[in-house]
């Protein structure tokens, strides 16, 4: 559901563009837009630690398992991550619109993404700088840190397991979650790191493509 959100957030206004070689955007439609993407890509982000932690409960404590991720308990790790995106979406969106805009601004990018509308205000943005660089660390970095300490408890796990057909059983539980994983933390971190050394915007617009579009 959340990966069907995301796309459709950016996907069918991209088309539009591309068919009517109009690429205006409101606004009202820009901060609407920024809203959804952050609020999806967030509980994306947030959802897939979700899933690495059922992964690291299911292989290296099966016995706990029933109870460690009863239906409660996914219940309320779903709520927690939603709660969150929602707060940090409001959060961001409120201190967007304490800037003012010149008319007729260009984006360099084929959606309104937060540091791109940030670089095309006409005030000070010092502020909302250091809080896009936090949240990043906040709910970027953390949750990456946690699927990689259950990744190296499930390898580690895995590797104790005597039969050949054991580990792959083990591994194959989780082939579809690192791929995806790989594919959003990469093309993500891709997409910011470069853009922090380069100006060269068709390279982080592909990038985003891979992580906005392609991976969901």
Same mark, same amino acid.
């Given at each position: 559901? #959340? ?11 991209? +088309?539009?563009? =591309?068919? !009517? ?27 897939? &630690?979700? =899933?690495?932690?059922? %992964? ?6 099966? +016995?706990?398992?029933?109870?460690? =991720?009863?239906? %409660? ?13 929602? +707060? ?7 201190? =967007?619109? %304490? ?17 791109? #509308?940030? %670089? ?11 809080? #896009? $660089?936090?949240?990043?660390? +906040? ?5 990456? &840190? ?17 039969? &050949? ?7 194959? !539980? ?10 959003? $933390?990469?093309?993500?971190?891709? #997409? ?25």
């Amino acid at each position: 559901l #959340v990966d069907l959100c995301l796309v459709t957030t950016l996907v069918p206004k991209m +088309l539009v563009n =591309m068919l !009517t070689h109009n690429k205006a955007i409101s606004y009202a439609g820009c901060f609407a837009q920024m809203y959804f993407f952050m609020n999806f890509a967030c509980s994306d982000n947030l959802l897939l &630690t979700v =899933m690495a932690y059922d %992964r690291f409960v299911a292989i290296c404590h099966p +016995l706990h398992y029933v109870t460690q =991720m009863s239906p %409660r308990i996914c219940s309320l790790l779903i709520l927690i991550s939603w709660t969150i995106s929602i +707060l940090y979406s409001i959060f961001q969106i409120v201190m =967007m619109m %304490r800037l003012s805009f010149c008319t007729k601004r260009e984006i360099s990018h084929f959606f309104c993404e937060l540091s791109e #509308v940030i %670089r095309i205000s006409c005030s000070d943005t010092l502020i909302n700088n250091i809080v #896009v $660089y936090f949240a990043t660390g +906040l709910l970027g970095v953390l949750p990456l &840190t946690g699927i990689l300490f259950s990744y190296t408890q499930i390898c580690s796990s895995i590797l104790r397991v005597p039969s &050949t057909g054991g580990k792959y059983k083990a591994f194959s !539980t989780c082939g579809s979650h690192l791929c995806v994983v790989s594919l959003f $933390y990469g093309t993500v971190l891709g #997409v910011y790191l470069s853009s922090s050394v380069t100006q060269s915007s068709w390279k982080s617009s592909i990038a985003s493509v891979m992580y906005a579009v392609v991976t969901p």
